[in-house]
């Protein structure tokens, strides 16, 4: 049996909708979610900030239903001015908790602006506003799949460390193996700020594979396998899926993991099970 622990530390994302029947829809996912009492919820940002607009006004959404929220703040094709005026708003709409990624380049789209790095991005938003945020930064435990090698994505995590983050939240990914070994290794770099695992759901097979070839995510082969046998058999995929991110959760509690950040997709299903099965939230 899991351990029961409501008190452990439990945080949510969500992507802003593009249509005025998503938000509708996710109003109300958001409200079954709440029964958690997430620590935060995250909303994310588009390629380039092609979102910004939609992130803003769900965080302000969030902020208004008295759920603490953290934007998702990208630098790709950012200057100092645009970041600055940004940083403006959120303090004026009440944030008080970013999440500083360098951010993914649109299709077709040149690097440009004035911050190259995450790390920049980190830095600067320190100078300018001190403490007023608490900065989220992310970390890959199976590498960047844009990275060089291991060793300089972990470079690039111990620089987003030093530049003044407050604590990390991970890609997601299934074997908890490799999360323990990366806080092991950041640890020794002397990146020794808290990490908290991204959970992602299991809900839909090719869902999966689709997100997780773009991200890098490994998917265990014996998970692959599994999910593959069951083709078109959506229940069993659930099922298997409840079971798996379950398991991974426990273990990753157990091993002294300092919270869990949920991936949502928007949805709540998923999220609220898993959690019940760990005796976690409410």
Same mark, same amino acid.
């Given at each position: 049996?899991?351990?029961?622990?409501?008190?452990?530390?439990?945080?949510? %994302?969500?992507?802003?909708?593009? @249509?005025? %029947?998503?938000?509708?829809?996710?109003?109300?996912?958001?409200?079954?979610?709440?029964?958690?009492?997430?620590?935060?919820? /995250?909303?994310?940002?588009?390629?380039?900030?092609?979102?910004?607009?939609?992130?803003?006004?769900?965080?302000?959404? *969030? #902020?208004?239903?008295?759920?603490?929220?953290?934007?998702?703040?990208? +630098?790709?094709?950012? @200057?100092?001015? @645009?970041?600055?005026?940004? #940083?403006?708003?959120?303090?004026?709409?009440?944030?008080?908790?970013?999440?500083?990624?360098?951010?993914? #380049?649109?299709?077709?789209?040149?690097?440009?602006?004035?911050?190259?790095?995450?790390?920049?991005?980190?830095?600067? *938003?320190?100078?300018?506003?001190?403490?007023?945020?608490? #900065?989220?930064?992310? +970390?890959?435990?199976?590498?960047?799949?844009?990275?060089?090698?291991?060793?300089?994505?972990?470079?690039?995590?111990?620089?987003?460390?030093?530049?003044?983050?407050? /604590?990390?939240?991970?890609?997601?990914?299934?074997?908890?193996?490799?999360?323990?070994?990366?806080?092991?290794?950041?640890?020794?770099?002397?990146?020794?700020?808290?990490?908290?695992?991204?959970?992602?759901?299991?809900?839909?097979?090719?869902?999966?594979?689709?997100?997780?070839?773009? +991200?890098?995510? %490994?998917?265990?082969?014996?998970?692959?396998?599994?999910?593959?046998?069951?083709?078109?058999?959506?229940?069993? *995929?659930?099922?298997?899926?409840?079971?798996?991110?379950?398991?991974? +959760? %426990?273990?990753?509690?157990?091993?002294?993991?300092?919270?869990?950040?949920?991936?949502?997709?928007?949805? /709540?299903?998923? @999220?609220?099970?898993?959690?019940?099965?760990?005796?976690?939230?409410?």
């Amino acid at each position: 049996m899991p351990v029961q622990d409501p008190s452990f530390p439990l945080s949510l %994302e969500f992507f802003p909708p593009k @249509t005025a %029947e998503g938000m509708v829809k996710l109003r109300g996912q958001r409200q079954a979610l709440y029964a958690l009492k997430p620590e935060f919820c /995250s909303v994310t940002f588009g390629a380039g900030g092609s979102t910004q607009e939609g992130t803003f006004a769900t965080v302000a959404e *969030i #902020l208004a239903e008295g759920v603490p929220a953290a934007s998702h703040f990208s +630098c790709i094709g950012a @200057t100092r001015a @645009t970041v600055r005026a940004q #940083l403006e708003t959120l303090r004026a709409m009440g944030v008080k908790q970013l999440v500083a990624l360098r951010g993914d #380049l649109p299709s077709g789209y040149g690097a440009g602006g004035e911050f190259q790095y995450a790390s920049d991005l980190v830095a600067f *938003i320190r100078a300018e506003t001190g403490d007023a945020f608490r #900065l989220e930064v992310a +970390c890959y435990p199976e590498v960047h799949p844009q990275a060089r090698s291991p060793e300089a994505d972990l470079q690039a995590y111990v620089a987003k460390v030093q530049a003044g983050a407050d /604590s990390a939240i991970t890609q997601y990914f299934y074997s908890a193996d490799a999360y323990f070994r990366f806080v092991e290794e950041a640890r020794a770099a002397g990146a020794d700020i808290p990490v908290v695992p991204g959970i992602m759901p299991i809900g839909s097979s090719t869902q999966l594979m689709r997100f997780s070839d773009a +991200c890098g995510a %490994e998917i265990p082969r014996w998970i692959r396998l599994r999910l593959q046998g069951f083709g078109d058999d959506v229940a069993s *995929i659930k099922s298997f899926g409840l079971d798996v991110v379950t398991a991974l +959760c %426990e273990q990753l509690r157990r091993g002294g993991a300092p919270g869990l950040h949920f991936y949502t997709m928007n949805q /709540s299903a998923a @999220t609220l099970e898993i959690a019940k099965r760990l005796g976690l939230g409410g």
